[in-house]
């Protein structure tokens, strides 16, 4: 969290998030080459995986040696997710210095989810908390923050009750809002920030974890910096969504925000010339879903057209 | 131009600029019958062809005949492009009474356009608008507004200075600011908008024409929607993009733009459930571009999902 106010951070988490979904087993080595190469791109923050049962996610049982792994490349800093107290402290032992932890708002994701109520897992959290020592970062995703893939819109008055239950866990965290289906408008995006960041002036950064399903990914995280946001979830090639939500793929693509920033003359760090051809090869892993726009454009024009 | 100021005029391009780069010929009959589903979806005004030599656009070479089915079509406001009074005046006598002129801001877009200088293009306008009796609506299109193919970044003082010709000529029409190549931000399209807006207040009403090559196609929609804008030109399924442009495939998509309004709760009078099955067969038309993520993304909700 090294960025200025004029600055955006992308939080790479295809690693993750990009992964977890896609079913062949990706070889570790394939993994790791991938990382040090987005993070050769400027990228610092990677999701890199998830402490979890190998049996949910098979696809994320390297994480122990990835995370090691991420000792040999310079300037990484390597986030992972857990989804309870047991696998944070598992984490913890592995060496985690950043974990981030997610639950819904809405009850039917939640317990579609974890299979338990949203207050249970606020509980989970606590626990959590209280097993972490000072000197390590938390992330908190807050799943459905904007809309359910099974109840719909979600009312801000719910988002900020739970929130009236996690922040004064503690408040040192980074804390993002997540559109789950990627059926957020920008304006949904901007008042849900405005009414948070208001009530709760006390949380130290604010992210937005956005979904390019509907087209909406640049609007949505574009609305987000207006108001204030400084952190950006993004995915390598566009991979991924969430297994959970039917139809909900399409992580915003971590060079389509990038590009937008640079157009904006916003630093990110990124380099898009050493970014591309990362995407490229991460678009076409096997049984991955990839999207975003800016890597074929790119592609076009960099075969047609004298200037980016 | 019926919206109020709480609503969004969708203008559908689809069927001149979403055509004009597709190499077989759609027969005409198809067309119409194209045309009369995007105008029972909500559509109004929808921009059916252009008046111009047929050696140069074969695909459009039956914009007559379409004009013509327009008699046929309820509610239907039909919009033409002409390229010079000569054009214009043919247009006039075949019963338009919604014409679009076209120029361009960069030099070397222009000229391999249409082969003359801005200002030459701009004096080309004028004698247009000489030729048209009082009653027949006018739409500007100013291309490369924001950027140039060739040019890069256009400064906001030279498209300024373009309209600084060619508003005095008539203010009592509808100026469309058209991103040639995807590339302008949403904090671009604001500026210029603004800048333009607060110099030419005269003007009758504003447009935003945008292209999603970079993604980035709603977010500039919803940019010029906070500044003021209620006039956006879109294509059904995303077809097309400018031919001139290399690289700038990517008409943002009716469809898109259409869902985003609807998320925000801003009428523009589509009915989406009857767009989408339009938009799925423009999609499939034998040479076509399309693009947009609105349409695959509601197909794979209603398969899988139980709410939109």
């Known amino acids: 969290m090294t960025t200025t106010d004029a600055a955006a951070e992308v939080v790479e988490v295809g690693p993750r998030d990009g992964y977890q979904g896609i079913k062949p087993f990706i070889p570790t080595e394939m993994k790791i080459d991938l990382l040090r190469r987005l993070v050769s791109?400027?990228?610092?923050r990677v999701e890199i995986g998830s402490f979890v049962s190998a049996a949910a996610l098979p696809q994320l049982a390297d994480t122990t040696e990835i995370l090691a792994a991420c000792d040999d490349i310079p300037g990484i800093i390597p986030q992972v997710l857990v989804p309870n107290e047991k696998y944070g402290r598992l984490a913890l032992n592995a060496g985690s210095r950043f974990l981030a932890f997610v639950l819904s708002v809405?009850?039917?994701?939640?317990?579609?989810?974890?299979?338990?109520?949203?207050?249970?897992?606020?509980?989970?959290?606590?626990r959590l908390l209280?097993?972490?020592?000072?000197?390590?970062?938390?992330?908190?995703?807050?799943?459905?923050?904007?809309?359910?893939?099974?109840?719909?819109?979600?009312?801000?008055?719910?988002?900020?009750?739970?929130?009236?239950?996690?922040?004064?866990?503690?408040?040192?965290?980074?804390?993002?809002l997540c559109d789950t289906t990627g059926r957020a408008s920008p304006d949904h995006v901007e008042h849900l920030f405005a009414a948070c960041m208001q009530r709760f002036p006390q949380v130290k950064r604010w992210a937005l974890h956005a979904h390019d399903t509907y087209g909406l990914g640049l609007a949505n995280v574009h609305s987000a910096w207006r108001q204030g946001v400084r952190a950006f979830d993004?995915?390598?090639?566009?991979?991924?969504?969430?297994?959970?939500?039917?139809?909900?793929?399409?992580?915003?693509?971590?060079?389509?925000?990038?590009?937008?920033?640079?157009?904006?003359?916003?630093?990110?760090?990124i380099d898009l010339e050493t970014l591309i051809p990362v995407a490229c090869d991460g678009a076409a892993i096997?049984?991955?879903?990839?999207?975003?726009?800016?890597?074929?454009?790119?592609?076009?024009?960099a075969a047609n057209a004298p200037c980016l």
Chains 1, 2 share one sequence.
């Not at 791109?41 to 610092?44: A, R």
């Not at 209280?130 to 819109?153: H, K, Q, S, W």
């Open 41 to 44: 791109s400027g990228l610092k």
């Open 106 to 126: 809405s009850e039917a994701h939640n317990r579609n989810n974890v299979r338990r109520s949203p207050r249970e897992s606020a509980e989970e959290y606590g």
């Open 130 to 176: 209280a097993a972490m020592p000072d000197d390590v970062d938390m992330r908190l995703n807050i799943a459905t923050a904007f809309d359910c893939p099974f109840e719909g819109r979600v009312a801000e008055a719910e988002t900020i009750a739970l929130l009236d239950c996690l922040v004064p866990l503690r408040a040192n965290i980074e804390l993002c």
């Open 234 to 269: 993004a995915s390598y090639a566009g991979l991924g969504g969430c297994p959970f939500a039917p139809g909900a793929t399409g992580n915003v693509a971590t060079e389509d925000v990038a590009w937008m920033f640079r157009r904006m003359g916003i630093d990110t760090g």
């Open 286 to 301: 096997p049984g991955g879903l990839p999207g975003g726009r800016v890597r074929q454009a790119l592609a076009a024009a």
